[in-house]
T-cell receptor
Framework: DVKVTQSSRYLVKRTGEKVFLECVQDMDHENMFWYRQDPGLGLRLIYFSYDVKMKEKGDIPEGYSVSREKKERFSLILESASTNQTSMYLC?????????????FGSGTRLTVV | SQQGEEDPQALSIQEGENATMNCSYKTSINNLQWYRQNSGRGLVHLILIRSNEREKHSGRLRVTLDTSKKSSSLLITASRAADTASYFCATDDGGSYIPTFGRGTSLIVHP
């Protein structure tokens, strides 16, 4: 069964901490994505990556960075966590052929910044 | 990037009834996707329909696409309590294949 695994389901961090959210996929997908989901706002794209060491900004990259050192792993980094980054974070991956199939999502990480 | 908009925002029905959700978008697309999200979980891909297709079926799901009206509908027939979830449409903007998601329709199916 193909999988996207996010390292934590729930996370509580303090304001100002550096936070790492990890995502690993076992499908050999080239494309990986990070979204955040907030009530009333739907899913918003933070960053995406089409290849190792490659990254592109999404719609809301401010306050975030990413790292993709290996094909299967895509990390989201909150350099200095703030309370407005409290949210559900969703990682996804997709086939190299962007016209086929859909995204496979992880189960999400609910981050609370206090 | 464009965002699809689902309608209605919330839908409450009895088990056995059909559920219809709609998605409207603004610019031309390459494809449109529907996803389901159970409470507090990740999204599950249901169906992808390409811009040159008009209808697709998968089990109890039927998706239609009308590119002239820039709209799509998702029909769930003979709904079950287990269909209770939020449903999202995702559209790309035609220039790239990166889909953006709407705010979703919350479906409750009463047993």
């Amino acid at each position: 069964d193909v999988k996207v695994t996010q390292s934590s389901r729930y996370l509580v961090k303090r304001t100002g901490e550096k936070v790492f959210l990890e995502c690993v996929q076992d499908m050999d997908h080239e494309n990986m994505f990070w979204y955040r989901q907030d009530p009333g706002l739907g899913l918003r794209l933070i960053y995406f990556s089409y290849d190792v060491k490659m990254k592109e900004k999404g719609d809301i990259p401010e306050g975030y960075s990413v790292s993709r050192e290996k094909k299967e792993r895509f990390s989201l980094i909150l350099e200095s966590a703030s309370t407005n980054q409290t949210s559900m974070y969703l990682c996804a991956s997709s086939q190299p052929d962007r016209t086929s199939g859909g995204y496979t999502f992880g189960s999400g990480t609910r981050l609370t910044v206090v | 990037s464009q965002q699809g908009e689902e309608d209605p925002q919330a839908l409450s029905i009895q088990e056995g009834e059909n559920a219809t959700m709609n998605c409207s978008y603004k610019t031309s697309i390459n494809n449109l996707q529907w996803y389901r999200q159970n409470s507090g979980r990740g999204l599950v891909h249901l169906i992808l329909i390409r811009s040159n297709e008009r209808e697709k079926h998968s089990g109890r799901l039927r998706v239609t696409l009308d590119t002239s009206k820039k709209s799509s509908s998702l029909l769930i027939t003979a709904s079950r309590a287990a269909d209770t979830a939020s449903y999202f449409c995702a559209t790309d903007d035609g220039g790239s294949y990166i889909p953006t998601f709407g705010r979703g329709t919350s479906l409750i199916v009463h047993p």
